[in-house]
C-alpha cells in the first residue's frame, strides 16, 4: 500500500465538537513500532490480570520477559545437551 491519508474523529462529546486527526499509513505499520515492545514474549495485561489488585511497575514486564528469555534459551542448550532437537518442560 502507498501513504494514503487516513482521517479518525476523536473520541470527544459530542458537545465539544468534532476534530479530525490525519496521519500517514505508513505511521501504522508494525516497523514503526520499537522492536522492544514488538519482540517481547509475555503480555502486560496478562501480567495484571495474574497479579489481581496488586500494581506493577513499569520496568516489571521487561524484566521478566528477560527472564523467560534466559529459561528458554537454558532449556534449549539442555535439549542439544541431550541430542534433542525437542526442547521439553524437563529442560525447564
Known amino acids: 500500500m502507498g501513504s494514503a491519508d487516513w482521517t479518525l474523529e476523536s473520541l470527544k462529546p459530542s458537545n465539544s465538537g468534532s476534530h479530525t486527526v490525519k496521519f500517514k499509513y505508513d505511521d501504522l505499520k508494525l516497523s514503526n513500532i520499537t522492536s522492544e515492545v514488538a ?46 532437537r525437542t526442547v521439553m518442560a524437563k529442560d525447564l
Open 39 to 84: 519482540n517481547m514474549l509475555i503480555v502486560k495485561a496478562k501480567i495484571k490480570e495474574a497479579v489481581g489488585e496488586a500494581n506493577v511497575a513499569s520496568d516489571f514486564a521487561e524484566a521478566l520477559d528477560k527472564k523467560v528469555e534466559q529459561l528458554i534459551k537454558d532449556a534449549v542448550e539442555r535439549a542439544k545437551g541431550n541430542n534433542r
